[in-house]
C-alpha cells in the first residue's frame, strides 16, 4: 500500500510490481494528483495508478498535511507491517515520514526502517 509521494514510496511501488507484487494506492485527497504531481512526474504516477489493484480517496478535497496524515493513518489501520525509507530525522512537519513510523509504532504495527549506508537526502 502506498500513497505513490514521488520519490521512495513510487520506487518502491515499481521494484513491487517488478516481482509481482500487487500495488494498492491510498490517495490524500481528491486533488492529489492535480495539485501535487509535478508534470515530470505525471507519466510514471499514471503508470503506476493503472498498474493498482485497488486506488482509495480519503475523503478530504484538498491535500495538505491533514489528508497526508489521515491517508498514512487508514494504512496503518489495514497493514500488519510497514517498511518505511527513512533517515530516522524528525519529520519536517506533521505527517512526515518520521510522524508516520511513531504513529506505526504506537499503533504496535511493526516497522523495518529501510536506510541504506551512505544514502542522503535530496
Known amino acids: 500500500m502506498s500513497c505513490l509521494a514521488r520519490g521512495a514510496d513510487q520506487i518502491f511501488a515499481r521494484a513491487v510490481l517488478n ?5 494498492e494506492v491510498v490517495l490524500p485527497a481528491a486533488d492529489y494528483r492535480d495539485r501535487k504531481v509535478k508534470p515530470d512526474n505525471a507519466a510514471e ?4 495508478i493503472g498498474a493498482a489493484s485497488k486506488v482509495r480517496t480519503m475523503p478530504f478535497a484538498e491535500s495538505g498535511r491533514d489528508a497526508y496524515m489521515g491517508a498514512s493513518e487508514h494504512i496503518l489501520d489495514t497493514v ?6 527513512w533517515d530516522g530525522q524528525p519529520s519536517a512537519g506533521h505527517s512526515g ?3 508516520v513510523v ?3 509504532r504506537e499503533h504496535d504495527v511493526p516497522v523495518t526502517v529501510i536506510w541504506p549506508d551512505g544514502a542522503g537526502r535530496e
Open 45 to 48: 504516477f499514471d503508470e503506476l
Open 19 to 23: 516481482v509481482g507484487g500487487s500495488l
Open 97 to 99: 515520514t518520521g510522524d
Open 80 to 85: 500488519d507491517a510497514m517498511l518505511a525509507v
Open 102 to 104: 511513531k504513529a506505526a
